[in-house]
C-alpha cells in the first residue's frame, strides 16, 4: 500500500486524505461482528451515552479481539501510517466511536493534539489518526465533518473546561472551540464533511479542527479510529492514564506480512 504523491501533498495541505473501499463488504462485516460483540463487555473502556444505556464509544478493542489486533498492524493502514508520520509508529490509542440510530451524540468542535497534551504531556503532535468507517458515512448519520487546513494553524486553544466530563477520558466538549473561533475558522477555511461508504478509511492530523453532529436519522455511524504516535514522542507525564486509553507498549509496530 503506497501513496502518490499527490496523495502526500493533499494530506500535508488539508490534514485529511480519504482512501475509499480499502476493505471488502466481508471485511466490514466482521468488523462490526467483533465490534457488537467487544461493546456488550463492560468496563471502563465502554462509555455510554448521557442518561442511556446506549454504547457511545469502546476503547481498546485491539486488547480483546484479534480482528482489532490484526487491523492496527494491516499494511493498508501501516504502510500510509509510516510514509506521512514516520517508519517507527507505536499505538497510542484505539477506539470506536458507535454513534447509534436516534440518538448517538455530536462529538463538539476540537483538535485532538490539545487532549493528549493536556492529559499525558504529549510532547509534540507527531501522530496521525487512522479512521475506518464501519457504515457508510452520509449526510443523515452524523458524518465527520473536517476544517480542511486548519491544522497549519497550530493549537487554538490551551486549557480544558473546568466542569469536564470525565477525569479519564477526554470528552471533545472538556476541549471545545467557541462559536467565534468557528465561525472564523469556517470563513477562512469552510468545512467538509467525510461522506464515504464503508470500508472506506481516512487519515487525519492530530491539530485538525474537526467534530460531528448528532446522529438521528436510523442509520448507524460506527467509526474505527486508530492514532499511532511517532516513538520518539512518548508521553512525559508521571501519572499515564490507563492503558485502555493510552497505550503503554512503544515497541514499533511491523505490518503483517500477508497482503491483507
Ligand atoms: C466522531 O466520532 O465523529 C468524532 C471522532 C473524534 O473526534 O475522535
Ligand atoms: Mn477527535
Redesign the pocket.
Known sequence: MRLSSDQMYQYERDGFLVLENLFSVAEVEALRAAFEADARVPGPQRVLEDGSDRVRAVYASHERRPEFAELIRTPRLLGPVRALLSESVYLYQMKINAKPPFGGDK?GW???YL?WQLADQLPAPKLI?VTVLLDEATEFNGPLIMVPGSHADGLLREDRADDHRSEQHLD?DDIALGQEELAALAAKHGFHSIKAPAGSVVFFHPEIV??SAPNMSPFPRRLF?ATYNATDNVPLTPNPRPRYLVGRDVTPLEPLEAAR
Request: glycine share 10%; proline share 10%; net charge negative.
Open positions: 462529538w476540537h483538535q485532538d487532549a489518526n471533545p474537526h467534530g479510529i
